[in-house]
Each structure stands twice: as structure tokens, then as C-alpha cells.
């Protein structure tokens, strides 16, 4: 990792440079940074210790070792010289056109810019007539040399753009959209500068390799040790491995430290949904809405799916699943991508009051073809099919669940469902070499389900003589 006080230098420029190209988010993220950066005991002052927290329990469990300035397996960082702008001062034109871009007037801005040569002034010209293509969408095609072409000429652009200019997180997360295995991750030309640890860190976590992604945060926190966006990024790691405990302890500290921060809340208040902790939900939706009541933005946004997904949350907590229902089905509406809020959906036609399970078969399947993150789908799929008497189908979800988990790598109660029904259903079918696979794979536990297994066997010896024998009784109780 490069030296603390060269990463404050370069973010100090990027914030100005940044800031002055209307990269907003970027310029926001790399100011966080700046201040996540540990200061030198030496040079505390009043001034520049307010928001550190070098002392947190939680974040001294993830900082496992101190940090040299080499990264991980040797490699030297490349220096990427700082840009130096053209433009010592704004020209005038430059200023009208940022005036019309603000308001998003990006053609107007565009236009101003027409003849301007500055660095800065070509930039904001492409970005404005970037802007005013997605504006319009497809109704007008954006003045360059029309769309790229594929996925592959995009990644060589924006590989290109990092490489040159580091330290736009915007750049590194579009890039991150586009690598979707991790043979495309690994196959990207990127200098090996310190914010290309936090885009690995990113991309592991969005191709669900969380143990790796976890690996990279903590190496991070050696230099950014206070940085409220990585301990964030932890906790979406944490909870995407179901460590629900530690997630809450996360959010708690990063609430303490950030009273007034909004984003990721919606993954806090899911976990306190799940643990059940309702006073403490309703506690952050009040400091959340108390937060943003005076901007112009608190309003409750009828093209906002996460405001009618927080109505159909707070009717479902109070067991009103017809409401419930209701506003669910309007935020699905406006992202019906979102696999999260099928589920939501599937699980209000499950309830006692309702029990419509062919509706929530059909909401579950557009949540697992929507790249169903938390799981959830394919195994309500296959305990649905099997409660409503439909073995073929249950199977079938059983089977893909049990891949996903071995894909991922996780155990437990799940597992051993999907190994138990399958024996089960192979056995009936009598297609006793996989039921005998499944059953095998049960011996390795200790509970009821090692008996169960050994019982399937005994049962498929004796009524198929052909079946090759297996020494069941080696298996001790």
C-alpha cells in the first residue's frame, strides 16, 4: 500500500478535480476516504481527530496485520502522476455551461462548450451530451461515434480510463458491472495502484466471493482505518454470510460515528427485521426520516420503489399482508428486477391469511431469475412444490439449491434438507445409484439424518439385489 500521506495528497486533488467535472459520487466517496485515513498519533489535533476512531473494538477485529508499503504478494504500486489542470483559472464560458449542467441543462451546457479546448471544458461537453443520451434515452444518440459496441470494447475503454486516472470510483464501478466471472476479473490490464484494491474488493463481493472480498477490506483498513465506507462494505460481506450479529454490532458503530448517514440503512433494517428487533427498526425508520425531513428529496417519491417497499415492510411487521401486499406489488412495479422484492411479495401470498402458494411459487421464481443474492428463492421453491404434492418440481429446486450451496461453499440445516429429500425422491423413482450418492453424502453428519440415510440403504439393498453393496455398519453411531 503507498504511503498514507502520498494517498492523502492524491485524494486531496481528486475531490477538487472531481468536483469540478460534476462527478458528484466520486468526488463524495474519494473526500470519505480522505478522512478514513488514519492520522499519525503524532500529529493529532483537536482539528483532525474529530471524526477518527482508531480505538473501535470492531474495527480493530478486522485489522489483522499492520501494514507495510508493499501490497499483498510483493507487488510494487505504480505511481500514477496527479493530472495537472490546463486551466488555472475557470474560464467564463466554463462557468456558464457548469451553471446549465447543475440544472440539467446538458444540452445547453453542451453547446457553450462547443469550441472550448480546456481539458476541463472537454470533459464536461462529453459528460453533459453523455447525460442528455440517457436522458432521452434512446431518442437521440449521444455526439461521439454512437454506442460501444460490446461489453468487451467497454471494459478496454474503461480499463483504459482507470489505468490514466485512478482515482474515479465512478469509472471503477462501471467496470465492476461488467465483469461478471471472475476469469474476466482476473484477465483486466489494470496498474497496480492502491485503488485497484478497492475495486477488487468490490468486484469479489458482487461475484459472491465474500470470503475474499472480506481478505481485501481488512488489508485496506491498515491504511483507511477509519473509513465508514469500507466498515459498510464489510457488513454487506458479513451479511451476505449470514452473520447477522456482527452486522448489527457494524451498523450500530457506523451509526454512532455517522448519525446522519442514509445509505446501505435498508440492509441494517433488514437484519433487524430478521432478528426480530422491531423497537429497533422503528427507532431507524424514525432517525431516517427525521434526517432527510427538510430536504427536497425527503418526500415520498411515488417512482421511488424503496419508499413503497418501507410502507409494505411496516404493514407486514404489523400483520397486515392485504396492505402489505399492496405496496409491495407497487415497488416491484418500478424495479422488477430486484429479487429482494419478489420475495417480499411471495412471502405476504404465504401467510395464514392469505395463502395463495401458486402466487408465491410464481413471485419466487422471477426472484431466483433475478439473481436472487440472499438465497431465499430456489429453497422456498422446493419446500412449496413438495407441501403442495408436486415431488418432480421439488426435486428439481432441491437439486439447484444444493448446487448453489456447494458453489458457494455453505453448510448447514438447508443442505441436509435438499440430501435428505432427494434420497427420499430417488429412492421412490427407484433410480437407486443417485439416491445411493445422496444418501452417502448423509453418512458424513451425526445427527438423525446419518440413521436416516443408513435405514435408505438397507431399504435399497434388500429390494434391489443388483444395487452394489455398501457397508453401511462401518458408519459407527
Not at 486533488?13 to 459520487?25: F, P
Not at 477485529?61 to 510494487?76: F, M
Not at 399482508?321 to 411479495?345: E, T
Not at 425422491?425 to 436416516?452: I, M, N
Request: glycine share 4%; proline share 3%; net charge negative.
Amino acid at each position: 500500500m503507498s504511503s498514507k500521506e502520498s494517498c492523502r495528497s492524491e485524494l486531496r486533488v481528486a475531490i477538487r478535480q472531481l468536483s469540478d467535472r460534476c462527478l458528484y459520487t466520486a468526488s463524495k466517496w474519494a473526500a470519505e476516504q480522505l478522512v478514513g485515513i488514519e492520522q499519525d498519533l503524532a500529529k493529532f489535533t483537536p482539528s483532525n481527530t474529530r471524526f477518527q476512531r482508531g480505538s473501535s473494538s470492531i474495527r480493530r477485529k478486522y485489522r489483522t496485520h499492520d501494514i507495510t508499503t508493499t501490497p499483498i504478494a510483493g507487488v510494487s504500486y505504480v505511481a500514477t502522476p496527479v493530472m495537472e489542470e490546463d486551466e488555472l483559472v475557470d474560464g467564463d464560458f466554463y462557468l456558464l455551461a457548469k451553471s446549465y449542467f447543475d440544472c440539467r441543462e446538458y444540452k445547453r451546457a453542451a453547446h457553450v462548450l462547443g469550441d472550448q479546448t480546456g481539458r476541463k471544458s472537454v470533459f464536461l461537453r462529453c459528460y453533459a451530451l453523455y447525460l442528455a443520451g440517457e436522458k432521452r434515452k434512446e431518442e437521440e444518440m449521444i455526439e461521439l461515434e454512437g454506442p460501444l459496441g460490446s461489453d468487451n470494447l467497454a471494459r478496454t475503454v474503461l480499463v483504459e480510463s482507470v489505468n490514466s486516472y485512478p482515482w474515479n470510483w465512478n469509472a471503477w464501478t462501471e467496470l465492476r458491472s461488467l465483469c461478471r466471472t471472475i476469469d474476466i476479473l482476473n484477465n483486466l490490464n489494470l496498474n497496480s495502484h492502491w485503488m485497484k484494491d478497492f475495486f477488487l474488493a468490490s468486484a469479489y463481493q458482487e461475484l459472491r466471493m465474500h470470503n475474499e472480498s472480506l481478505s481485501k477490506y481488512e488489508y485496506l483498513l491498515g491504511t483507511f482505518g477509519n473509513s465508514n465506507y469500507i466498515q459498510a462494505q464489510i457488513a454487506k460481506a458479513q451479511y451476505s454470510l449470514r452473520e447477522f450479529d456482527q452486522v448489527e454490532a457494524l451498523f450500530e458503530e457506523l451509526m454512532r460515528s455517522d448519525p446522519y448517514r442514509v445509505e446501505d440503512m435498508d440492509m441494517y433494517s433488514n437484519v433487524l427485521y430478521a432478528k426480530e428487533c422491531f423497537s429497533a427498526l422503528s427507532f431507524l425508520a424514525h432517525r431516517v426520516f427525521m434526517t432527510d425531513k427538510y430536504r427536497p428529496e425527503s418526500y415520498i417519491d411515488p417512482c421511488d420503489y424503496r419508499a413503497w417497499y418501507g410502507l409494505g415492510q411496516a404493514y407486514e411487521m404489523m400483520g397486515m399482508p392485504f396492505y402489505a401486499l399492496h405496496y409491495f406489488q407497487k415497488s416491484v412495479f418500478l424495479q422488477p428486477n430486484d429479487s429482494r422484492l419478489w420475495i417480499a411479495m411471495a412471502q405476504c401470498y404465504e401467510t395464514e391469511q392469505l395463502r395463495m402458494l401458486d402466487e408465491a411459487i410464481k413471485c419466487y421464481k422471477r426472484a431466483a431469475a433475478c439473481n436472487d443474492r440472499e438465497a431465499i428463492a430456489l429453497y422456498q421453491l422446493a419446500k412449496l412444490h413438495a407441501e403442495l404434492g408436486h415431488p418432480e418440481e421439488a426435486a428439481s429446486y432441491y437439486k439447484k439449491d444444493l448446487e448453489r450451496m456447494e458453489d458457494e461453499e455453505r453448510e448447514g440445516p438447508n443442505m441436509v434438507e435438499a440430501l435428505l429429500y432427494l434420497a427420499r425422491y430417488y429412492k421412490l423413482q427407484e433410480r437407486f445409484e443417485e439416491a445411493e450418492v445422496y444418501c452417502t453424502r448423509l453418512l458424513d453428519y451425526s445427527g438423525p439424518e446419518r440413521e436416516t440415510a443408513k435405514s435408505l440403504l438397507r431399504g435399497m439393498r434388500s429390494s434391489q439385489l443388483s444395487l452394489p453393496s455398501i457397508d453401511v455398519e462401518r458408519f459407527p453411531p
